[in-house]
Each structure stands twice: as structure tokens, then as C-alpha cells.
């Protein structure tokens, strides 16, 4: 009940960090270990040639070995860049197939083009892979990308990295109800209390990363951040007082008041 | 084999004097032992082969890492 399970794994948490826009690798495994991720997102590049070979990378600072890496497709604007990036991505991790897909369709909002997105789907699921899938918070497009065989579907819940999140619970609770896989909140998220908000919908994770990375103090956010998915989760399997727009209810007794 | 005038790789044009294979080129390139990979053509060349396949002139190559992001 407290886990969440992605393509027959279980997982403790249900924070998903990306690993983009930090001051170095130290900050970046810093804020990784704060927010207590197990699944942690990466992008794939070509290499500087020419450049020094030497420098550390990446996965030196976050080992496949210690965390689930997701790798992304973050920059792809059609379908076979999407699966290409994704098939060098499973070279690059000696075979995993858990992949995170994102076909964008506008570079100044960076909403997803969702006909390239069902499109890559289809061909990523059909060669084995496991497709986590960037998408819009449409329910319909969301049950498609199920249907196709996506392990996770990933509505934003506003644009990439503007913060400015949960802008439209009614259809992640849509998206949610519908749902016979996880459903994670993609992009959008600017504070712990969005991040709490959306495990309070009924969300089974979250995925950010510029909310924490662009913060004040990005290793104090990644915590908040973590205690902002439990108090939702743990809100969420509480099950919530219903809302009563036209009665008070005192908490106090209404008897035994001095003077009566 | 014959010598080898021109491969691309990651967009850029380089020449080598000599033929190689994917293994070679990984090697003067300064990331052997590195966690790379590598489509030729737009086929990936799985690491078990990078030793195997020679390099012809003409053939497209990219050469991928992983970075930071979300």
C-alpha cells in the first residue's frame, strides 16, 4: 500500500528527481540523497569531442548502482529521435529498459506533441521497453498511452519548469479515477505544498526537478519536498473530511458551557 | 583495408589516418572504460561489438553520455 510499483518493481518513495540544473555533481547527489529518490531521471548527449575525456561524469556522482536511472528524451521533437535517444540510452545502461519518454512540440511552452508521443510509445513498447511517458493532462490521451503499454503515465501538471503547479486538479483526478497504472505528476511542481496537493489527488508520485534544483537552498527544498509527498500520500489513504460549505460543526461540546 | 579519409561524429567531420574500428576510434577519442554509447548509421553498436566493427569511410557516428536533467 505504501509503495509504489513501476513495471514489477516496488519502490519506497514516490518523489522522482531529474538530475538537470544544479551548480555540480555534489550539489545534484546532495539534493538526490535529501529528497530520498530512488528514481532519478537523466538526459542523454552527444560527447564534446575534443574536450577532456577525463572530466567526471554523471553517473560517477549517481551510480546505476545505487539508484533506478531513468533516462529521458528531453529535447526530442519527433517520435524517431525520441526512440533513437531512448535505444542508445538502453545501450548506455548496459540493457535497462525503464525509460522516460518525452516527445515536445513547442520550445517556448515545451508542451508534449502527443500524436509523436503515441506514435514513440507504440514502437518503444513493441521493442521492450518500459515506457514512463511525459504527456498532457488530457484522460483520454492518458488511457491511449495505458492501453498502448506505457508502466506509468505522466501528466504535466503545468509547464516544465515554471512552478507554477497543480493547475488543473479536476483532470488529474480524471486521469487518476480512470488509471490501472501509475499515474505521476510531471513538470509544474513549484513548492512542497504542490507536491502535496497532487498525492492528496490521488497521485502515485511525483516527478520534478527544476523546484528543487532552482530553490534558494536545493538540498533543504529536496527534503521539504519529501515530507510534502508523505503528508499527501499519507492524507490521501487517511481519506479526507468531507467539505461542508453551509454548517459549521464546533469541535468543542455544546453543552456544559459556564452560565447556562 | 583501405585507408579511411572521413568519418562523422556527433555532426562534426574528422579525419584519420588510419582504418579503425568503433573500439579504436573510442580509444583515441579519450573514452575508453567510459560509460558511452554509440550508434553507427543509426544502428547502435552494442559494447560486445565495438572491437568487431570496422569503420568505412562516409559512416555516421554518434556518440552519446549521460547529462543532467529532468
Known amino acids: ?260 | 583495408m583501405p585507408a579511411m579519409p572521413e568519418l562523422k561524429i556527433n555532426g562534426e567531420s574528422r579525419h584519420f589516418p588510419d582504418p579503425l574500428t568503433v573500439a579504436g576510434l573510442i580509444e583515441q577519442l579519450g573514452y575508453a572504460g567510459k560509460r558511452i554509447a554509440v550508434e553507427r548509421n543509426g544502428e547502435i553498436v552494442p559494447k560486445s561489438q565495438h572491437a568487431a566493427t570496422a569503420l568505412v569511410a562516409g559512416d555516421q557516428l554518434e556518440i552519446v553520455v549521460a547529462v543532467g536533467g529532468g
Not at chain 1, 515506457?131 to 484522460?139: K, L
Not at chain 1, 501509475?182 to 509544474?188: L, R, S
Request: glycine residues 8%; negative net charge.
Open chain 1, 1 to 260: 500500500m505504501h509503495q509504489l510499483t513501476i513495471a514489477g518493481k516496488a519502490y519506497r518513495s514516490r518523489l522522482l528527481v531529474g538530475t538537470g540544473k544544479y551548480k555540480d555533481f555534489a550539489e545534484t547527489r546532495a539534493a538526490i540523497d535529501a529528497s530520498g529518490a530512488e528514481i532519478v531521471t537523466v538526459a542523454v548527449r552527444r560527447v564534446n569531442i575534443g574536450q577532456d575525456a577525463s572530466q567526471p561524469s554523471l553517473l560517477d556522482a549517481v551510480p546505476p548502482s545505487q539508484f533506478t536511472i531513468l533516462p529521458n528524451t528531453a529535447g526530442c521533437y519527433t517520435a524517431d529521435d525520441a526512440v533513437r535517444t531512448l535505444r542508445l540510452a538502453r545501450e548506455l545502461l548496459d540493457g535497462h529498459p525503464l525509460c522516460k519518454l518525452e516527445v515536445l512540440g513547442d520550445p517556448t511552452n515545451l508542451f508534449p506533441n502527443m500524436p509523436e508521443t503515441l506514435k514513440a510509445a507504440e514502437t518503444l513498447v513493441k521493442e521492450g521497453f518500459e515506457v514512463m511517458v511525459y504527456c498532457a493532462d488530457d484522460p483520454i490521451q492518458c488511457k491511449m498511452l495505458e492501453e498502448i503499454g506505457c508502466v506509468a503515465v505522466m501528466p504535466l501538471a503545468s509547464l516544465i519548469g515554471s512552478g507554477m503547479g497543480i493547475v488543473n486538479p479536476w483532470n488529474l483526478r480524471l486521469i487518476i479515477d480512470n488509471a490501472k497504472v501509475p499515474i505521476i505528476v510531471d513538470a509544474g511542481v513549484g513548492t512542497a505544498s504542490d507536491a502535496t496537493i497532487a498525492m492528496e489527488l490521488g497521485c502515485d508520485g511525483v516527478l520534478m526537478n527544476t523546484a528543487i534544483a532552482h530553490a534558494k537552498d536545493p538540498v533543504l527544498m529536496a527534503s521539504a519536498m519529501k515530507k510534502g509527498i508523505e503528508a499527501g500520500r499519507e492524507a490521501f489513504l487517511a481519506g479526507r473530511m468531507a467539505r461542508k460549505y453551509y454548517s459549521a460543526d464546533p469541535s468543542s461540546p455544546t453543552t456544559g458551557l459556564i452560565g447556562s
